[in-house]
């Protein structure tokens, strides 16, 4: 099946300070989500992103499909944007499959 | 509602008990997702429901476990004999899906069980 690979695996940052979160994957795909798991468990759908770019506020996700990436980009990081990040991908009629996650923590 | 929602929130239980969770998906979704999440770690994927098309029950750990989808809606994931390694947070998605699975997944609170 589809492997999905993502870096860091942690990543703590001062507040103010960018970010990229990466995403590799094994084989083409027709879905690819950005998650944002908060501290209370909750997953947040951030991107739904399975080519393009796209940006909601001081966030924004890039996927290049032909070489099997997809890059998250977070700016003037706030404490607030602590937690987990998962991309997840599917290729065609199979399930949603999630990477491992990068776990953000953000210092005041 | 307008989300997906899941119930119970939190299950406790005794070790051999059976538990069911359920999950009520966003109208119209036509596909029905669990995951499973044990403390710390990243999501398991458990089972799949599509339309009228066989569930693909490939993530199921184990025969203990079982899920079904009634009239296209709601699910119910049975877990039998619970084991301790069987506390984590049961998650269920939804989509509304078109040809070849594109749709856009949408993630409930979860039902955290655990199992004493």
């Known amino acids: 099946g589809i492997q999905v690979e993502q870096s860091p695996p942690d990543l703590i940052l001062q507040e103010g300070a960018n970010s990229t979160l990466r995403c590799n994957f094994s084989d083409s795909v027709n879905n690819l989500q950005w998650f944002h798991q908060n501290p209370w468990g909750q997953l947040i759908n951030l991107f739904y992103?399975?080519?393009g770019t796209k940006q909601n506020g001081r966030l924004s996700a890039t996927t290049v499909a032909t070489e099997r990436y997809s890059l998250l980009y977070i700016s003037s990081s706030q404490t607030t944007d602590s937690g987990v990040y998962f991309c997840a991908v599917r290729s065609y009629g199979n399930k949603l499959v999630f990477g491992a996650g990068t776990i953000l923590r953000v210092k005041s | 509602g307008a989300g997906v929602s899941q119930s119970p929130s939190n299950k406790v239980t005794e070790k051999g008990k059976d538990v069911e969770l359920r999950c009520d998906p966003i109208s119209g979704h036509t596909a029905l997702y669990w995951y499973r999440q044990s403390l710390g770690q990243g999501l398991e994927f458990l089972i799949y429901?599509?339309?009228?098309?066989?569930?693909?029950k490939s993530g199921l750990p184990s025969d203990r476990f079982s899920a079904e989808r009634t009239g296209g809606s709601v699910s119910t994931l049975t877990i039998q004999r619970t084991q301790q390694e069987d506390s984590a947070v049961y998650l269920c998605?939804?989509?509304?899906?078109?040809?070849?699975?594109?749709?856009?997944?949408?993630f409930g609170e979860g039902s955290r069980l655990t199992v004493l």
């Open positions: 992103i399975p080519s």
């Open positions: 429901f599509q339309g009228n098309s066989a569930p693909d």
């Open positions: 998605a939804s989509s509304l899906e078109s040809g070849g699975g594109t749709g856009e997944l949408f």
